[in-house]
């Protein structure tokens, strides 16, 4: 089994920063893609930006310029660095991961639990 675990949400002010971690553990073989996705109160889910392994990125036209994405593959993470933060940009943020794992053997798509971001005065 495969668990993604997300930390670091929290109330700022707009303007402000947030760093988010998602850490991947089980019985991994590799990670294709890491993501962030959020999802507010009444919409449906984004995504916020997406890294391949190779390191290739992209970003949604909503954060692009203020938010950016990074992973540590000996540590099996993905962060999502958040600049800039606006009222618009509070959600519930995920964590999701392509996982190719060896018990049991395939590949996977994987969800974190979320974690609360919430921009406001």
């Known amino acids: 089994q495969v668990q993604l675990v997300e930390s670091g949400g929290g109330l700022v002010q707009p303007g402000g920063s947030l760093r988010l971690s998602c850490a991947a553990s089980?019985?991994?073989?590799?990670?294709?893609?890491m993501a962030w996705y959020r999802q507010a109160p009444g919409m449906e889910r984004e995504l916020v930006a997406r890294i391949i392994s190779g390191g290739s990125t992209n970003y949604a036209d909503s954060v692009r310029g203020r938010f950016a994405i990074s992973r540590d593959n000996a540590k099996n993470t993905v962060y999502l660095q958040m600049e800039s933060l606006k009222p618009e940009d509070t959600a519930v943020y995920y964590c999701?991961?392509?996982?190719?794992?060896?018990?049991?053997?395939?590949?996977?798509?994987?969800w974190g639990q979320g974690t609360q971001v919430t921009v406001s005065s």
């Open positions: 999701n991961a392509i996982v190719a794992s060896r018990t049991p053997v395939r590949v996977a798509n994987y």
């Open positions: 089980g019985s991994i073989v590799s990670i294709n893609t």
